[in-house]
C-alpha cells in the first residue's frame, strides 16, 4: 500500500483541488436560485413588511454565504451574461491643449494642435511626439517655441526639455488618475463586479456587467466634471463687442466674402436667407419673453422699443417686413439671439437693438434659441471674430433651456453668459455633494459642502461681489447663475438647473469622484443584451457537452478501459482549467469555451500518442509492463514539443491580444499545462494503481493477441 | 479496436502532385482574395454593429429602407442566428443604436424591437487590432521557428514553418472565399483570428509529431532511404493522426452545428484548418524537406542523407 501512496496521491489531490475551487460556482449559482425564490416570495406577499422581512430572513441566513461564494465563483465573460464593455483613451491631444497657457495661445499654436488632432486620431504614435513634431515644422518656423506657450515655473530654468517632462507626467498622472476617478464613479452607480482594468499607457478597459442603461453610463463615463465658479461680465462692454462682430460680418457680406467658402454668391443668398429666417424666429422669441415679462411684472407696460426710442432709427419709414429683412442683413451676428438690458431690480427687462453702437451701463441679458446654438458658435470660434471678444471673457451656453418660456410656449430658448475666463473657484474645493430637492420649487438639486480653504475663498468671493451674478459651471455649461444676496461662510453652495432626479444623482456622483484632470472619450463600445448572453451561452454549453460526450465515447470504443481512463484524464484536466480560472479571478468568456474545447482536442492527443506507443510496443511484443513504460517514455518527446508550440501561440496572444482574445489565449495556455500534468502524470498514475496487484494485461482497446 | 495493422501506404511517392496541387489552389485562393477583396468584420473595420430582435421575421430590405431614411450611412443588414435576428452594421458611430431602435420602432409598430448586442469600434481600434493580429501571427511563427530549429535541424523547422504558411494563407483565403461567394457568413473578426492562431498551433503540432517520428527512426534505421524514412514516420503515426484528427473533427462539427452563431465562424476555421494541417504535414512539410535536400543539397538520398541529418561524418 505504501508504495502506491505517492500515486494515489497525484490523482487524488487535483480531483480534490478542482471540486474544492469549483464549489464557490456551484454554492453561488443554488444561493442566487434561493434568492430569485426569496424575491418572488417578497413580491407575492405584496404588504411590505412581510416582503422586507422575507428578505431579511433570507440576508440572515445565506447572505454572508453568498457574498463569499460569489467572490470566488468563475465569472462569466459579458459575452456570456449580458453588460457593456467600453475602451476610453484619456485624449492626450487636449490635455496638451489645457496645459498651455490661456493667454499665449494664438493662431499658430491652434494650428498645431488640430493638425495634431487630425493625425493622432489615425496613428499610434504617442500624440506627444507628434505634437512635437508639428510644433517643430509649423511654429517653430514662425519663430516660436515651447517657452512661449506653456508656464513651468522658475523663468531661469525653463527649458523646452522641461516642458515635454512635465507634460509626459501629466499625460502619465491623468491615466492613473482617471482610471479611479471612474472607479468611483462605477462604483458609486452601483455596478456589482465592474473590472476596470489600465490597458497600455492612456486607455482603460471597463466591463459592466449588467449595465444596461448605455446613455447614462456614457455620460457618467466621459463626464470631464470640471465644476467652476466664475463671474457673470454681461455688461456694457460685451455688448459692443457684439456691436462690432455685426459690423464685421455685414461688411464681409456685402463685399461678397460672406463665410469665406468656395462660392461666395450662393454663401451670400444663403446666408441672407438664414438670418431672415432667424431673425423672424428671434423676434417671436422676443415677443414670447416680453410677454412673459409682462406676466412677471404689472407695474410697467412699456418694452416695446427699449434703446430704439433714444437713437435715430435707420429704417425709419421703410414697411415693418422690409426693416426687419434690412435689420437682419445688417446685424448677422446679433439676430442670431436677443438682447435685453436690466434697468434696474423689479424693473422689467428692455429688449436692446444694435442700431448704434451707444449701450446704458448695467446687466444685461442674452437668450439664444436652440436652432441658433450651432451657427451662432461656429461663429464665434472663427478667429476674426474671435478676436473682437475681450480677452479676459468667455461666451458660455445654459446647460437646459430656460424652464418658464419652455413651460409656456414650448419654445427652448437658452441663455448665455459673458463670462470672467479665469475662475474664481474650482470644483477641487468640493469635499461632499448631495442630489436633493429644493424644498419651495421642489426641483431637483445638488449641495456641496466645501472644505476649509474652499469655504474661506468661497466668503472672500460673495463678499467682495455682493449682488453680482455668480455662474455655476459645469464642463463649460452654465448650470446656474444666481445673484449674490449675501456672504456665504460655512463653504455651502447649491446646483440647480438639472432636468431631472436622474440627472442630479448622476451629478451627485461625478462630483463625490471629482473631476478628470483630462477628458477621456469612448472609442471602443460593445454592449450584449441579456437575452444574446443567454442564447449563446446555452448554445455554447450544448454544443460543448455534445462535443465532450462523443469525444469520450470514442475514446472507450477505440481504447477500451484506457480511453475511459483518458476520458478521466481529460475531465479533471477541464475541471482544473476553470478551477485555475475562478481561483485567479479570470472570466470565462466564449472564446474561452472555444480554448477549453481546444484544449480537450490537445488533451485528448496526448494520451492517443500514449496508447499508440503503448499498443506498438506490445507488437513488438514486449511484456505489458514495460510496453507501458516504453509508450510513456517514448511519446513524452512528441507531446512537450507539439504542447510547448501550441503554448507559444497561446502566450503570444495572451501578451499581444486584447479582451476575448486574452481568454481564448489564457485558457488554451491553463488546458496545456494541465494537458501535460494530467496526460502524463495522472494517467499514468491511474494505470499503474490498476496494475498494483501484479496483473499483467491492460485493456488498450487492442486486438487480443495470443498470449505465450 | 484497430484501423491500420501496420499500414504501409506511399504517401510521398505522389508528393510532386499534391506538391502542384497545393500550389495550385493556393495561386487561385489568394488571386480571388485580391480581386474580390477582404471583408473585415467590425472589430478591425471600425464603425457600429447592433444586433436587433423582432417578434416576427421582417424583411431586410424595410429593415434597410428604415434605418437608411433615419440618416446613417453604409448600412448593411445581415440575418444573425434566429430568423428574426438580425445585425445592422453603419460607419458611423454616434448614437447609432438609439437612432436605428427609433427608426425600426417607427417602421415596425407591431413588432417589439430588441437590441440584443451593440459593437462600437473606433476606426483607430479597428486598424490597431489589425496590425496587431498581423505582428501575433508573425511572432507566433518566429518562435516557433526558433523553436524547431533547435529541437531538430533548422531545415525541419523551416519545413514545419512552409507547411504553416500553407494551412494560413488557405485557410484564411478559402474563408474569404467561402464568404464572398455568399456560402458562409465568415467576415474576418477577433475570433476568426483566434481561429486562425489555432490553426497554427494546430498545424505546427502535427508537423512536429511527425517529424519527431522522423528524428526517431533516423537512429534506430541508420543509412535508410530518406523518403522511405519519412514514409514508414507517417505510417506509423497514422493512427494516432486518424484518432486525434477524428475527435477533434468530432468536437469542432458539434460546435459548428450547435454552437450558434457567435461560433460557427470559429469552428469552421477550424475545421478546414485542421484538414488542411493535417494534410500539410504529411505532403507538404515531408516533401519540403525533401525537395530541399535533393535540389539544394544535392544530397543522394539513397546513400547521402546522413551527411545532413544525423551524426555529420568525420
Known amino acids: 500500500m505504501k508504495r502506491y501512496f505517492g500515486k494515489i496521491l497525484l490523482v487524488v489531490v487535483p480531483v480534490i483541488a478542482a471540486l474544492v475551487l469549483l464549489y464557490p460556482t456551484y454554492q453561488a449559482s443554488q444561493l442566487e436560485q434561493k434568492e430569485r425564490q426569496a424575491i418572488a416570495q417578497a413580491k407575492k406577499a405584496g404588504n411590505s413588511s412581510d416582503s422586507l422581512e422575507i428578505m431579511e430572513k433570507f440576508k440572515k441566513q445565506y447572505g454572508e454565504a453568498l457574498k463569499t461564494a460569489k467572490a470566488r465563483r468563475l465569472k462569466l465573460g459579458l459575452d456570456l451574461r449580458g453588460g457593456m464593455y467600453v475602451t476610453m483613451e484619456v485624449d492626450v491631444v487636449k490635455l496638451i491643449e489645457e496645459s498651455a497657457q490661456n493667454e499665449t495661445i494664438d493662431e499658430i499654436f491652434k494650428d498645431v494642435i488640430a493638425k495634431t488632432r487630425k493625425e493622432a486620431s489615425a496613428s499610434d504614435e504617442p500624440a506627444l511626439n507628434i505634437f512635437q513634431r508639428n510644433f517643430n515644422n509649423i511654429a517653430r518656423p514662425q519663430g516660436k517655441s515651447l517657452l512661449n506657450y506653456f508656464d513651468v515655473g522658475d523663468v531661469r530654468e525653463a527649458s523646452e526639455e522641461k516642458i515635454i517632462a512635465s507634460l509626459n507626467e501629466s499625460i502619465d498622472k491623468a491615466i492613473d488618475q482617471a482610471q479611479e476617478v471612474i472607479r468611483q464613479r462605477i462604483d458609486q452607480y452601483g455596478v456589482s463586479e465592474p473590472n476596470i482594468q489600465k490597458q497600455g499607457t492612456r486607455r482603460i478597459m471597463l466591463e459592466l456587467p449588467g449595465v444596461t442603461n448605455q446613455d447614462e453610463m456614457r455620460s457618467l463615463l466621459q463626464t470631464t466634471a470640471r465644476l467652476e465658479f466664475k463671474l457673470v461680465r454681461n455688461y456694457k462692454e460685451i455688448?459692443?463687442?457684439?456691436?462690432?462682430?455685426?459690423?464685421?460680418?455685414?461688411?464681409?457680406?456685402?463685399?461678397?466674402?460672406?463665410?469665406?467658402?468656395?462660392?461666395?454668391?450662393?454663401?451670400?443668398?444663403?446666408?441672407?436667407?438664414?438670418?431672415?429666417?432667424?431673425?423672424?424666429?428671434?423676434?417671436e422669441a422676443k415677443k414670447d419673453t416680453t410677454k412673459l415679462a409682462q406676466k412677471s411684472d404689472t407695474t410697467k407696460v412699456d418694452t416695446t422699443k427699449g434703446n430704439q426710442d433714444t437713437v435715430k432709427d435707420p429704417y425709419a419709414g421703410l414697411p415693418p417686413e422690409e426693416a426687419q429683412r434690412r435689420y437682419a442683413l445688417d446685424h448677422p451676428f446679433t439676430t442670431l439671439f436677443s438682447t435685453f438690458f436690466v434697468p434696474g431690480k423689479n424693473q422689467n427687462i428692455i429688449p436692446i437693438y444694435y442700431t448704434s453702437d451707444q449701450f446704458p451701463e448695467g446687466e444685461y441679458i442674452f437668450r439664444i434659441p436652440k436652432d441658433s446654438i450651432g451657427k451662432f458658435q461656429v461663429l464665434l470660434n472663427r478667429p476674426d471674430v474671435a478676436a473682437l471678444i475681450p480677452a479676459d471673457l468667455e461666451i458660455v451656453?445654459?446647460?437646459?433651456?430656460?424652464?418658464?418660456?419652455?413651460?409656456?410656449?414650448?419654445?427652448?430658448?437658452?441663455?448665455?453668459?459673458?463670462?470672467?475666463?479665469?475662475?474664481?473657484?474650482?470644483?477641487?474645493?468640493?469635499?461632499?455633494?448631495?442630489?436633493?430637492?429644493?424644498?419651495?420649487?421642489?426641483?431637483?438639486?445638488?449641495?456641496?459642502?466645501?472644505?476649509?480653504?474652499?469655504?474661506?475663498?468661497?466668503?472672500?468671493?460673495?463678499?467682495?461681489?455682493?449682488?453680482?451674478?455668480?455662474?455655476i459651471v459645469l464642463d463649460n455649461r452654465v448650470y446656474s447663475a444666481p445673484t449674490v444676496q449675501s456672504k456665504i461662510t460655512g463653504g455651502n453652495s447649491q446646483i440647480t438647473g438639472m432636468a431631472n432626479a436622474e440627472e442630479a444623482r448622476l451629478l451627485e456622483i461625478v462630483l463625490n469622484a471629482g473631476a478628470l484632470k483630462a477628458p477621456v472619450q469612448i472609442i471602443e463600445e460593445r454592449v450584449v443584451g441579456p437575452s444574446l448572453g443567454d442564447d449563446?451561452?446555452?448554445?455554447?454549453?450544448?454544443?460543448?457537452?455534445?462535443?465532450?460526450?462523443?469525444?469520450?465515447?470514442?475514446?472507450?470504443?477505440?481504447?477500451?478501459?484506457?480511453?475511459?481512463?483518458?476520458?478521466?484524464?481529460?475531465?479533471?484536466?477541464?475541471?482544473?482549467?476553470?478551477?485555475?480560472?475562478?481561483?485567479?479571478?479570470?472570466?470565462?468568456?466564449?472564446?474561452?469555451?472555444?480554448?477549453?474545447?481546444?484544449?480537450?482536442?490537445?488533451?485528448?492527443?496526448?494520451?492517443?500518442?500514449?496508447?499508440?506507443?503503448?499498443?506498438?510496443?506490445?507488437?513488438?511484443?514486449?511484456?505489458?509492463?514495460?510496453?507501458?513504460?516504453?509508450?510513456?517514455?517514448?511519446?513524452?518527446?512528441?507531446?512537450?514539443?507539439?504542447?510547448?508550440?501550441?503554448?507559444?501561440?497561446?502566450?503570444?496572444?495572451?501578451?499581444?491580444?486584447?479582451?476575448?482574445?486574452?481568454?481564448?489565449?489564457?485558457?488554451?495556455?491553463?488546458?496545456?499545462?494541465?494537458?501535460?500534468?494530467?496526460a502524463i502524470v495522472v494517467t499514468r498514475a491511474i494505470i499503474e494503481l490498476l496494475m498494483a496487484k501484479g496483473a499483467t494485461s491492460f485493456d488498450f482497446g487492442q486486438p487480443k493477441i495470443k498470449s505465450n | 479496436m484497430r484501423y491500420f495493422k501496420n499500414p504501409n501506404i506511399d504517401f510521398l511517392g505522389k508528393r510532386k502532385l499534391f506538391v502542384i496541387l497545393s500550389i495550385t489552389l493556393i495561386i487561385a485562393c489568394v488571386l480571388i482574395t485580391l480581386i474580390e477583396g477582404v471583408e473585415y468584420g467590425i472589430d478591425f473595420a471600425g464603425g457600429t454593429e447592433v444586433a436587433?430582435?423582432?417578434?416576427?421575421?421582417?424583411?431586410?430590405?424595410?429593415?434597410?429602407?428604415?434605418?437608411?431614411?433615419?440618416?446613417?450611412?453604409?448600412?448593411?443588414?445581415?440575418?444573425?442566428?434566429?430568423?428574426?435576428?438580425?445585425?445592422?452594421?453603419?460607419?458611423?458611430?454616434?448614437?447609432?443604436?438609439?437612432?436605428?431602435?427609433?427608426?425600426?420602432?417607427?417602421?415596425?409598430?407591431?413588432?417589439?424591437?430588441?437590441?440584443?448586442?451593440?459593437?462600437?469600434?473606433?476606426?483607430?481600434?479597428?486598424?490597431?487590432?489589425?496590425?496587431?493580429?498581423?505582428?501575433?501571427?508573425?511572432?507566433?511563427?518566429?518562435?516557433?521557428?526558433?523553436?524547431?530549429?533547435?529541437?531538430?535541424?533548422?531545415?525541419?523547422?523551416?519545413?514545419?514553418?512552409?507547411?504553416?504558411?500553407?494551412?494560413?494563407?488557405?485557410?484564411?483565403?478559402?474563408?474569404?472565399?467561402?464568404?464572398?461567394?455568399?456560402?458562409?457568413?465568415?467576415?474576418?473578426?477577433?475570433?476568426i483570428l483566434a481561429a486562425m492562431l489555432t490553426v497554427v498551433g494546430y498545424s505546427v503540432n502535427d508537423t512536429v509529431i511527425i517529424f519527431d517520428r522522423i528524428r526517431e527512426n533516423k537512429e534506430r534505421h541508420k543509412?535508410?532511404?530518406?523518403?522511405?524514412?519519412?514514409?514508414?514516420?507517417?505510417?506509423?503515426?497514422?493512427?494516432?493522426?486518424?484518432?486525434?484528427?477524428?475527435?477533434?473533427?468530432?468536437?469542432?462539427?458539434?460546435?459548428?452545428?450547435?454552437?450558434?452563431?457567435?461560433?460557427?465562424?470559429?469552428?469552421?476555421?477550424?475545421?478546414?484548418?485542421?484538414?488542411?494541417?493535417?494534410?500539410?504535414?504529411?505532403?507538404?512539410?515531408?516533401?519540403?524537406?525533401?525537395?530541399?535536400?535533393?535540389?539544394?543539397?544535392?544530397?543522394?538520398?539513397?546513400?547521402?542523407?546522413?551527411?545532413?541529418?544525423?551524426?555529420?561524418?568525420?
Open chain 2, 52 to 191: 436587433v430582435q423582432t417578434t416576427n421575421p421582417v424583411a431586410t430590405d424595410q429593415i434597410r429602407t428604415a434605418v437608411s431614411s433615419a440618416g446613417l450611412t453604409g448600412v448593411e443588414i445581415k440575418s444573425f442566428g434566429e430568423d428574426n435576428q438580425y445585425l445592422i452594421r453603419t460607419r458611423e458611430s454616434a448614437n447609432a443604436p438609439e437612432l436605428i431602435s427609433n427608426a425600426l420602432t417607427k417602421a415596425f409598430p407591431n413588432e417589439k424591437i430588441t437590441i440584443l448586442k451593440v459593437d462600437k469600434i473606433g476606426p483607430k481600434i479597428g486598424s490597431e487590432l489589425r496590425m496587431q493580429a498581423f505582428w501575433a501571427i508573425l511572432l507566433a511563427v518566429i518562435v516557433m521557428l526558433i523553436y524547431l530549429a533547435f529541437r531538430f535541424e533548422f531545415i525541419f523547422g523551416v519545413g514545419a514553418i512552409v507547411a504553416l504558411v500553407h494551412d494560413v494563407v488557405l485557410t484564411f483565403t478559402i474563408a474569404v472565399t467561402l464568404n464572398n461567394l455568399g456560402i458562409v457568413n465568415l467576415e474576418v473578426n477577433l475570433s
Open chain 1, 536 to 678: 449563446s451561452i446555452r448554445s455554447g454549453l450544448n454544443a460543448s457537452l455534445v462535443a465532450v460526450i462523443l469525444v469520450v465515447l470514442y475514446m472507450i470504443f477505440y481504447y477500451g478501459l484506457g480511453g475511459a481512463i483518458a476520458d478521466f484524464a481529460v475531465i479533471l484536466n477541464v475541471s482544473l482549467v476553470l478551477s485555475v480560472l475562478a481561483a485567479l479571478g479570470g472570466t470565462l468568456t466564449l472564446p474561452g469555451i472555444a480554448g477549453i474545447i481546444l484544449t480537450v482536442g490537445m488533451a485528448v492527443d496526448a494520451n492517443v500518442l500514449i496508447f499508440e506507443r503503448i499498443r506498438e510496443e506490445l507488437d513488438h511484443g514486449r511484456s505489458m509492463r514495460s510496453a507501458i513504460d516504453e509508450g510513456f517514455r517514448k511519446a513524452l518527446s512528441a507531446i512537450m514539443d507539439s504542447n510547448i508550440t501550441t503554448f507559444f501561440t497561446g502566450a503570444i496572444l495572451y501578451y499581444l491580444g486584447t479582451g476575448p482574445i486574452q481568454g481564448f489565449a489564457l485558457t488554451l495556455m491553463l488546458g496545456i499545462l494541465g494537458t501535460l500534468f494530467t
Open chain 2, 223 to 314: 543509412g535508410m532511404n530518406f523518403i522511405k524514412l519519412a514514409n514508414l514516420s507517417i505510417n506509423e503515426t497514422l493512427s494516432r493522426t486518424v484518432n486525434t484528427v477524428g475527435t477533434t473533427l468530432l468536437a469542432l462539427f458539434s460546435l459548428y452545428i450547435l454552437g450558434g452563431p457567435v461560433l460557427q465562424g470559429f469552428a469552421l476555421i477550424m475545421i478546414i484548418g485542421i484538414i488542411l494541417g493535417t494534410y500539410s504535414s504529411i505532403y507538404i512539410a515531408s516533401a519540403f524537406v525533401i525537395w530541399y535536400m535533393e535540389k539544394i543539397k544535392k544530397i543522394d538520398l539513397e546513400t547521402g542523407f546522413r551527411e545532413v541529418i544525423g551524426v555529420k561524418p568525420e
Open chain 1, 397 to 471: 451656453i445654459d446647460a437646459k433651456p430656460d424652464t418658464r418660456i419652455k413651460q409656456n410656449q414650448n419654445i427652448e430658448i437658452y441663455d448665455f453668459y459673458a463670462l470672467k475666463k479665469e475662475p474664481e473657484l474650482t470644483g477641487e474645493v468640493i469635499s461632499s455633494a448631495r442630489a436633493s430637492f429644493d424644498p419651495t420649487t421642489n426641483q431637483p438639486i445638488v449641495l456641496m459642502s466645501m472644505n476649509t480653504d474652499g469655504a474661506e475663498s468661497w466668503a472672500r468671493i460673495t463678499g467682495a461681489n455682493l449682488q453680482k451674478r455668480i455662474a
Open chain 1, 239 to 283: 455688448v459692443q463687442a457684439f456691436y462690432k462682430i455685426d459690423k464685421l460680418l455685414s461688411e464681409q457680406i456685402k463685399r461678397g466674402k460672406g463665410f469665406a467658402t468656395a462660392d461666395p454668391t450662393t454663401m451670400l443668398d444663403t446666408l441672407k436667407k438664414d438670418t431672415a429666417n432667424v431673425a423672424i424666429k428671434t423676434t
